[in-house]
């Protein structure tokens, strides 16, 4: 993984806040009922004849149109779609054929020529993305020291202990060999990131599982930066059932299993 890709990445995480952050607020201040009706992507409210409200599909041609290049996104049908909200709304519309079962979101950005991902790439991808993760969460801890609300005080107190090590690996570009001593060196350094990113993505349900949908915010701004993404995520679903379990996720990342791995220390990193 390109440091500076990563570091674009990293920034992901505050901004989307910021922008959720946003919206909400938005919707408080106004007084239109389809504003505070909330309807699945691609489908957008609408008032019916016996005037109720309900969810109808969107047209995509009435989507709003992209600010930039980054809005566009490249859907599963190697399409390239002004923004996702067009992608989702030519989805609704195609409800109930296969071609519109297959079309998902595949990642940000114009459609491009994916490399194909060597063996050799994908065997090195865990170790940049555990050393990703872990500097995700120190970012996250620098930004809350200066205003709080990144990481809650759980949160803060187990990035604490990484933060102030004094072994600690610090962000930079460095060779894969380094990753993996650094790996067998520090372990348990790399334990929280790995479970807290699962945590973050599991929430809709909060069942132990990753749904490709669940995975999304990770792995689409990631697709078009990293070309092992895709193959890497479908390959840590090893029993093919199209979720990614929580025990198929720490062995993706190399995390041994243990005491840990039980339900009651689950929930700890949940909050
Ligand atoms: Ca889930
Ligand atoms: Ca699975």
Redesign the pocket.
């Known amino acids: 993984m390109n440091p500076v890709q990563i570091r674009a990445t990293m920034d992901l995480y505050p901004s989307s806040r910021a922008t959720l952050a946003g919206v909400t607020h938005d919707l408080e201040a106004s007084a239109d009922p389809c504003d505070s009706f909330r309807c699945k992507r691609g489908k957008t409210c609408k008032l019916n004849e016996d005037n109720k409200l309900g969810c109808v599909c969107q047209v995509p041609s009435e989507c709003p149109a992209s600010l930039n290049e980054l809005d566009h996104v490249c859907g599963t049908d190697n399409k390239t779609y002004d923004t996702s909200c067009e992608l989702f709304a030519t989805k609704c519309n195609l409800e109930g054929s296969k071609k519109g079962h297959r079309l998902h979101l595949d990642y940000t950005g114009p459609c491009k020529l994916i490399p194909p991902c060597q063996d050799t790439e994908l065997i090195q991808f865990p170790l940049r993305m555990r050393d990703w993760l872990k500097n995700v969460l120190l970012q996250l801890y620098e930004h809350d020291t200066t205003s709080p609300g990144f990481l809650t005080s759980k949160q803060r107190f187990r990035v604490k202990k990484i933060f102030e090590s004094e072994r600690r690996l610090h962000a930079g570009d460095h060779p894969v060999e380094l990753l993996e001593q650094d790996f067998e060196k520090n372990y348990n350094m790399y334990i929280y990131p790995v479970h807290w990113q699962f945590a973050q993505?599991?929430?809709?349900?909060?069942?132990?599982?990753?749904?490709h949908s669940?995975l999304a915010p990770l792995r689409v701004p990631l697709v078009p930066m990293e070309h092992c993404t895709s193959l890497f995520f479908q390959e840590c679903d090893s029993d093919k059932d199209k979720?990614v379990s929580f025990k198929e996720w720490t062995s993706c990342f190399g995390i041994k299993e243990g005491l840990i791995n039980k339900m009651t220390n689950y929930m700890k990193f949940q909050t």
Not at 201 to 211: A, G, I, W
Request: negative net charge.
């Open positions: 993505l599991d929430q809709h349900p909060s069942d132990r599982q990753l749904s669940e979720q």
